[in-house]
């Protein structure tokens, strides 16, 4: 099995900062794109942003600029640095992955269980 564990979400005044990791772990061969969506309530689920193995990197373009996506591939981790944050960037904010799993010897996307963010004042 295959899981994607999200942490970083929570309460931030306007303007302020956060940063979100993710890190997959399991039957992991390999992994290729990881990235970051998020839904805002009464909205579809959107491309924040992803990052190939090799480092390439694709934002929405309204978000490129105030969000910077990394990654570890030692480390099976990818990272969202938010920063300048508005209240329009509460959502919760989801990882995926796509991952070659070894038991089925498949690809699968994956995704993580969520993490809130909040922008407030």
């Known amino acids: 099995q295959v899981q994607l564990v999200e942490s970083g979400g929570g309460l931030v005044q306007p303007g302020g900062s956060l940063r979100l990791s993710c890190a997959a772990s399991?039957?992991?061969?390999?992994?290729?794109?990881m990235g970051w969506y998020r839904q805002i309530p009464g909205k579809e689920r959107e491309l924040v942003a992803d990052?190939?193995?090799?480092?390439?990197?694709n934002y929405r373009d309204s978000l490129e600029g105030r969000f910077t996506i990394s990654r570890d591939n030692a480390k099976n981790t990818v990272y969202l640095q938010m920063s300048s944050l508005k209240p329009e960037d509460t959502a919760v904010y989801y990882c995926?992955?796509?991952?070659?799993?070894?038991?089925?010897?498949?690809?699968?996307?994956?995704w993580g269980q969520g993490t809130q963010v909040t922008v407030s004042s």
């Open positions: 399991g039957s992991i061969s390999s992994i290729s794109t």
């Open positions: 995926s992955a796509r991952i070659f799993e070894y038991r089925s010897a498949t690809w699968r996307n994956y």
């Open positions: 990052v190939t193995t090799a480092g390439r990197t």
